[in-house]
Structures are given as structure tokens and as C-alpha cells.
């Protein structure tokens, strides 16, 4: 299968780390989503040892807060002990409720509202990831009538293109993200920066895109990155202590998409930043990175039960399920590639050709085009695989359609982490 915590069971259904879909899709209800804990821990641990191993002790992953928010994750992302990213109040609030140490956590956003700079300050949220001027004049502002040093990094743009989906391209220079080095933008900031009273420049931060699976853009980027480390060094006589290289690395979602071995792209990406490091003459600064994707996709799929089944002769085949863009929009954002089966007929031959459709009164709302499966009947249960990402994250009610269930696996036991919303929930702030 895709990954190793899938497989088929003797009645032919997929199974999660062990369980039975279609039992889990019969005890919870459909849309499901199902996330194996065991995979999440993984991931994390993979970026854990590896960035210590080849960037230094006080190295640390962040998990990237906006791929899967919710209490469940921030509860293991402390067990594991990482860092996180946050670009919002809500997650700010959602990661607090758990008791989340927000010290070590990197606020991001490209228009932080006065509300969100005062609920972080207050919460002591470790560091502000600046991302134009006119927010530092009020980050520092707002700094000095609480009477604190906020330590804060700029985001910068270093120039590169990962070649992934225009939508998901952040590092170029024409960015709606960050400050250009290329335009010697960069370098007023850092002069502005360090004439602030309220705030501590500690570092600077990059993102160049998601879903890459070149390792080349981010060594490339490293490199242009300790170099203007070291050219702020020669230019202002000022260490930069932190260096956060963003997320971005890709997922296997399809058979046709390696499965990337991020350790290896770890330790390539510390060559070269090592050699910099060396080359230049500076210290090493602490390398943080935000990964998103990579901690928590692989770990989850999506449990679907099918209504009708429509064949336009001549044309092409749909499939409608329960489910569709309210708990999926990534296929109509983007169309993004995604494995489909199955669930309850693993092992029937997967010869019928569809387009598989959402619920919603919208001809975009699709999961998948030209997929092939069995042919399915009314009840059958289908999976769309890898969705732990951008999924619930990105969820709506659209045509007032409540968010799925989400339900955890470890040690063999499956638990209810998101209650399914419901009708009630949807009226809830209507007067
Ligand atoms: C989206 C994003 C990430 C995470 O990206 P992934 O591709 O999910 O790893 C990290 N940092 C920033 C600033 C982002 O915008």
C-alpha cells in the first residue's frame, strides 16, 4: 500500500494501523476521518533527532499549526516535546487550552491585527515572525506600552523557485510574504529593525513553498540565507542567533510520488550550511524548521459512504459521496492528486473508471477525476487517502454541512479527538 500503516484484512477492507475501516466507518458514522497517533509521534520523532543530530542540540522542529490545528495534535506535539507555529488567535487559543508552554512558539501572518499582537503578547508567545515594517512599527509600539522586549525574526524572501503549485509558492520575490533580499529591501529592515527600543532582533526566517520534493531549492535557500547572515554580521556588527528554514517538504500522495527520507534531506541541508557557516566565519545559529505536511498527512485518511453512482455513456463515470469540498477543498483549490479505494472491496478488481463527487451544489466540488476502483454500490465505504493535512484545517459548512468526526488510533484503540459537528452546532451563533 502508499504507506506502511495501511493494509487489506481477510474480508478484502482497508485497514489503519491496524483497524478495519469499514467497522470504524460503521461505529462513528461517515465523513470519518481516521489518524494513526503512532505515525504522527514518528514523523515528529524523525525531525526531532535528525535536526539535532546534524544542526546542534538547541536545534527543534515546529509543527506547523495551520496543516491540522486542533487540541489532539498540540497535545502530542508537547509529548514529543517540539516546538509550533502559529499564524492566528484561534490557534493560539486552541494550542493554550491544552496548556501548550508558548514560549518557544514563532508567530506568523501577514497581517497581524492589533487583537492577535496583544492576545500573543499577553500569552508570552516567544517570538513575533515579522513580515513587513508597518506591523513591526506596532508590534514595537505595542511592546513598549507593556513595557516588554518582544523578540521577534523577519521573514525573508530569498529569491527561489521550488517549481511546486503557484498557489503554494512563498520564497519569490514578488511574494505577497516577506521582505526581499534581492531588492536591498531586506537590509532596511534589519537597519530599521535594530533601531526599535521595544523589540530584539533574533532572526531571520524563509519559507519557499510546499509540497517539494527537490531537495536543491533548500539547500539553495540555506545557502543565500547564511550568507546574509553573515553579511548583516560584516554590516551592522550583528550575530543573528536563529535561523527558520519554513516547512515544505513533500508527501507521498499518489504511487507515482516518491516517499521522501527527511532525515537524508536534513543532513543534506546542514551540509550545506555548515560549509557556509564555516566559510563565513560566523557561529551557528539555532535552526529551527515548520514542518506541516510531513508531520501529520501520511498519518490520516478520510472514510466516505457511497450514495448513487451515475454513467453518462460516452462520456464518464461519477461516484457521489457524503463528503466532498466541506471537508476537502484541495482538489477544488488546486487540484491535488490523491489516492482513492475502495474501502470495502480491497480486493475486487479496480476496473471502473469515475470522477468521484462531493454532496454540495457546486460542479467543483469534486475529491477526484479519472480514478479507477471497483464498481461501487449505495453503502459502500470509500477512502481518500493522506488527508491529515489541509483538510480539517481547511474545512467549512458550506450548504450547512457539519465537520466530520475525527478519530485517534494508538495502542490499538480507536477514541472520538473531534466530535462530529452537529445541526445544533450549525445554528449556534445564528440570532
Ligand atoms: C505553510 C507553512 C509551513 C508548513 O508548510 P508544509 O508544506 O506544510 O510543511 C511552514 N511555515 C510557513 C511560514 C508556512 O506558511
Known amino acids: 500500500m502508499l504507506h506502511e500503516n495501511l493494509s487489506v484484512n481477510e474480508m478484502g477492507h482497508l485497514c489503519i494501523a491496524g483497524k478495519d475501516t469499514v467497522d470504524l466507518a460503521k461505529k462513528y458514522g461517515t465523513p470519518l476521518?481516521?489518524?494513526?497517533?503512532?505515525?504522527?509521534?514518528?514523523?515528529?520523532?524523525?525531525?526531532?533527532?535528525?535536526?539535532?543530530?546534524?544542526?546542534?542540540?538547541?536545534?527543534?522542529?515546529?509543527?506547523?499549526?495551520?496543516?491540522?490545528?486542533?487540541?489532539?495534535?498540540?497535545?502530542?506535539?508537547?509529548?514529543?516535546?517540539?516546538?509550533?507555529?502559529?499564524?492566528?488567535?484561534?490557534?493560539?487559543?486552541?494550542?493554550?487550552?491544552?496548556?501548550?508552554?508558548?514560549?518557544?512558539?514563532?508567530?506568523?501572518?501577514?497581517?497581524?491585527?492589533?487583537?492577535?499582537?496583544?492576545?500573543?503578547?499577553?500569552?508570552?508567545?516567544?517570538?513575533?515572525?515579522?513580515?513587513?515594517?508597518?506591523?513591526?512599527?506596532?508590534?514595537?509600539?505595542?511592546?513598549?506600552?507593556?513595557?516588554?522586549?518582544?523578540?521577534?525574526?523577519?521573514?525573508?524572501?530569498?529569491?527561489?523557485?521550488?517549481?511546486?503549485?503557484?498557489?503554494?509558492?512563498?520564497?519569490?520575490?514578488?511574494?505577497k510574504f516577506g521582505i526581499a533580499i534581492e531588492t536591498g529591501q531586506a537590509d532596511e529592515a534589519v537597519s530599521y529593525t535594530l533601531k526599535k527600543k521595544n523589540v530584539?532582533?533574533?532572526?531571520?526566517?524563509?519559507?519557499?513553498?510546499?509540497?517539494?520534493?527537490?531537495?536543491?531549492?533548500?539547500?539553495?535557500?540555506?545557502?543565500?540565507?547564511?550568507?546574509?547572515?553573515?553579511?548583516?554580521?560584516?554590516?551592522?556588527?550583528?550575530?543573528?542567533?536563529?535561523?527558520?528554514?519554513?516547512g515544505g517538504f513533500g508527501v507521498k500522495y499518489i504511487d507515482s510520488q516518491p516517499e521522501l527520507d527527511y532525515e537524508e534531506f536534513i543532513r543534506l541541508i546542514s551540509v550545506y550550511i555548515h560549509n557556509e557557516v564555516k566559510r563565513a566565519g560566523i557561529d551557528m545559529p539555532t535552526v529551527v524548521m515548520e514542518p506541516g505536511r510531513s508531520l501529520v498527512a501520511d498519518s490520516t485518511l478520510t472514510l466516505y459512504t457511497v450514495g448513487g453512482t451515475k454513467e453518462i455513456p460516452g462520456f464518464k463515470n461519477y461516484v457521489s459521496v457524503d463528503g466532498g469540498m466541506p471537508d476537502n477543498p484541495r482538489y477544488a483549490l488546486y487540484q491535488s492528486d490523491y489516492t482513492v479505494c475502495l474501502a470495502s472491496k480491497m480486493n475486487e478488481k479496480a476496473d471502473f473508471e469515475c470522477t468521484v463527487a462531493g454532496r454540495c451544489c457546486e460542479s467543483g466540488d469534486l475529491l477526484q477525476e479519472n480514478v479507477l476502483i471497483p464498481r461501487p454500490v449505495r453503502g459502500d465505504i470509500l477512502s481518500v487517502l493522506v488527508t491529515g493535512a489541509y483538510n480539517y484545517s481547511m474545512a467549512s459548512n458550506y450548504n450547512r454541512i457539519p465537520r466530520p468526526c475525527v478519530v485517534g488510533i494508538a495502542n490499538e484503540e480507536d477514541f472520538v479527538v473531534i466530535k462530529r459537528e452537529t445541526l445544533e452546532d450549525l445554528v449556534k451563533n445564528d440570532i
Not at 506591523?135 to 527561489?160: F, H, N, S, W, Y
Open 33 to 175: 476521518m481516521v489518524m494513526d497517533e503512532n505515525r504522527v509521534r514518528r514523523n515528529m520523532r524523525i525531525y526531532k533527532d535528525a535536526m539535532k543530530k546534524h544542526f546542534g542540540e538547541k536545534s527543534y522542529p515546529l509543527f506547523a499549526s495551520k496543516s491540522f490545528s486542533c487540541k489532539y495534535i498540540y497535545r502530542l506535539a508537547k509529548d514529543e516535546n517540539i516546538g509550533i507555529d502559529l499564524v492566528s488567535s484561534g490557534e493560539l487559543y486552541t494550542a493554550l487550552s491544552t496548556g501548550f508552554d508558548v514560549s518557544k512558539a514563532f508567530l506568523h501572518g501577514n497581517n497581524k491585527t492589533d487583537f492577535d499582537i496583544n492576545y500573543a503578547m499577553e500569552s508570552g508567545v516567544g517570538y513575533f515572525v515579522v513580515d513587513n515594517l508597518t506591523e513591526l512599527d506596532r508590534i514595537d509600539e505595542m511592546a513598549g506600552e507593556k513595557g516588554i522586549i518582544q523578540k521577534v525574526i523577519l521573514r525573508l524572501t530569498p529569491g527561489i523557485d521550488p517549481h511546486t503549485h503557484a498557489a503554494i509558492v512563498t520564497g519569490r520575490v514578488d511574494s
Open 200 to 246: 530584539r532582533l533574533c532572526g531571520f526566517h524563509c519559507h519557499i513553498g510546499s509540497q517539494i520534493f527537490d531537495i536543491k531549492p533548500f539547500c539553495d535557500a540555506s545557502e543565500i540565507m547564511i550568507k546574509y547572515i553573515s553579511h548583516i554580521k560584516e554590516k551592522f556588527d550583528y550575530a543573528i542567533e536563529i535561523l527558520n528554514l519554513g
